[in-house]
């Protein structure tokens, strides 16, 4: 055998290992979507007692069930299993194929409690393989990851978001949830961005919950079921607001958080958002939101929002969609109030921050506003850890690779 036949057989051997290890690969995404579907866990309205799951499939209508059991080690054996059952739904796509979305809620449970879980159809061979969650102890001091938009379309986009997210759970390893302010993909019709959304996210999103915020490119034609076929959350939101699990409001520890829907009418949700804030007598008010108020631009329909921030004399909103960083100093009736520091005392207004984009999209940095405590483009991927301790709430942004670029403190 020559030196050229030799090269032949060794770039053949490299192109079959390749094609193998290639078809592996995609037969493990395919497994993961179809027969163990990727599993959402979001947070119910009494994080905690309850939790909701989210799971999508093809082919049959089949039930949606979902099992529980304490501890550890379960063997899904016993008459200790807690058996729930939910609702399936579907939903059309633009492809033309229709999905199962399965949703059900765990309720009764004990606080601070760690249980493994399982979805399926019931059947001995329908269930998915076995995952854990924990409720919420009963303390006031928790620490949450927020970040936004990252707006993908392709694979190697969300690899940007998966990085984004491992460095900001390894940086927040305590997180009690993640509260992502909209934008997830650039195009809501495309079923492979939410795929690849998904798949990008498996390492925690079927343990750590996710606050889901819808933005505008989450929006297809106006409506919101696509977004809220991947989510179960609080369905407590403005009663006539069209997909209403697209506004809702639950607690955690010390702290109230609204979600509200930018895309959505917002007079109903103004309505709302006054009778939510005045209906609870936790310590921390937080809201989150898509389009900002207080963010570089102003989104003009949403100003009847900030008037009842005011009067509620909410702490923190988390805005997305601008793609750059910013952090308001704190602002009571369009005014900025306190002494400038960074250190924000006695509810003397509220913060708004924008924590640049999870994803591959960045804009071009706006003009500085009146507003701006800190305003800047650094190009790249950011999230930031809010801790609740105490009558203390602390903020920390961080970029991608790690360094701390903005951090503040809100006192009581
Ligand atoms: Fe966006």
Redesign the pocket.
Known sequence: MNRKDTMWIVIVAFVIIAVVLGMRWFTQADSEKNGNPIIVNTISEDSTTSRAFTWQTDGNKLPAKLQLMEGEEATFEGDQILNYEGTTSSIDLDTGSTVWVHKVEATNLKPGTKYQYRVGDGSDEGWSKVLTFETAPVTNDFTFVYT??S?GETRSDFELWKNTMDKALKTFSGASFVVHA??FVEDAGSGDAWNFFMEASTAWISRIPIVPVI???DVVDGEFGRFASFFNTPDNGASKLSGTETNYSFEYGSAHIAVLNTEGSIKQQTEWLEEDLANTDKEWKIVAM?RPIYGGNTYKKIQDWAEVIDEYEVDLVLQ????EYSRSYPVRDGQITGDGSDSIRNHEGTVYVVAN?SGP?FNEQKVDQFYHKVHFQNYKQMFAGITIQDHTLTYQAYDLDGNLLDEFHIQH
């Open positions: 936004t938009d707006q909209g934008d933005g505008n490119n898509h997305g969609h601008n793609h984009a999209k």
